[in-house]
């Protein structure tokens, strides 16, 4: 990928490698622009991202990436933020970086991604759900606080799927998403989970091209060597749909690339 904007590091905890090892990876396979966007702190599931007080650090450790590689790569400082109803904090949303992205990790704080508690899908209508989770989206997009969706559809990750055609039932998601000027993410890591396709799937990337979202590209890696993994996949779904530039974010501005 030439540009690749999602990506953790160890104060995730559940994330492996150091910083360095993320950014030579992405050397090696030949990514111009790198972002790290680990998962922000906020005051609820404490054990899969940093702490308030670690954002100094992932910040300075981006800072010597920067500096250490400078003349190899673009190293780009980010937060991934997870979109929570009373859980939001100031101290993320108005943190100095180059972009934020805003996803939905939780259902009336259900973990859903989360395999310990997937037994709780057996108990669900799929078209109700899917349309409370873009909803959610929908809410997310409208608050104007971030600059990416990530991983549009990550509902599917197990492999449950609505009867009900997604283009329908994230229509409004998608309408917010266009008119807040957001990004699209095509992050690949749903290749390497139960449902192996990469989000979002090609149906909805169709609805999101035809209303000129922008799209951009994440390998969501949580070790080095997943850093770059599906590079030729992401990028013919993103041709597939018609796309030719992808965003790239610096101090919360956009560009357009070629890819």
């Known amino acids: 990928m030439k540009i690749d904007l999602h990506n953790h590091t160890i104060l995730c905890n559940h994330a ?11 050397i090696a396979c030949g990514t111009e622009y790198f972002g790290l966007s680990d998962h922000a702190p906020m005051n609820y599931d404490y054990e899969y991202r940093m702490s308030f007080e670690q954002m100094d650090i992932y910040e300075q450790w981006v800072r010597n990436a920067q500096e250490r590689y400078s003349d190899k790569i673009t190293v780009l400082l980010g937060y991934e933020v ?11 949303l108005k943190r100095p970086c180059d972009y934020l992205i805003g996803s939905i990790h939780f259902i009336d704080e259900w973990g859903f991604d989360n395999p310990e508690y997937i037994a709780k899908y057996n108990t669900m209508d799929m078209d109700t759900l899917y349309k409370r989770y873009f909803d959610l989206v929908e809410t997310m997009a409208k608050s ?4 990416i969706v990530g991983h549009l559809d990550l509902l599917k990750v197990f492999k449950f799927f609505p009867k009900t055609d997604i283009r329908l039932l994230a229509k409004d998601a998608l ?29 909805l990337l169709e609805a ?12 969501d890696a949580h ?16 041709c597939s749909a018609g796309y030719t530039h992808c965003a790239l974010y610096r101090n919360r501005d956009r560009e357009m690339i070629k890819f």
């Open 16 to 26: 492996t490698g150091t910083v360095d090892s993320y950014v030579e990876a992405a």
């Open 82 to 92: 997870d979109y929570l109803a009373g859980y939001m904090d100031e101290r993320v």
């Open 144 to 147: 104007g606080n971030f600059d």
């Open 175 to 203: 309408k917010a998403i266009k008119k807040a000027n957001m990004t699209v993410e095509i992050n690949v890591s749903g290749l390497r989970k139960p449902v192996t396709q990469a989000y979002p799937s090609p149906l």
């Open 208 to 219: 999101i091209a035809e209303l000129e979202i922008p799209i951009t590209f994440g390998s």
């Open 223 to 238: 070790r080095p060597d997943q850093v770059g993994m599906f590079t030729d996949q992401a990028q013919a779904l993103a």
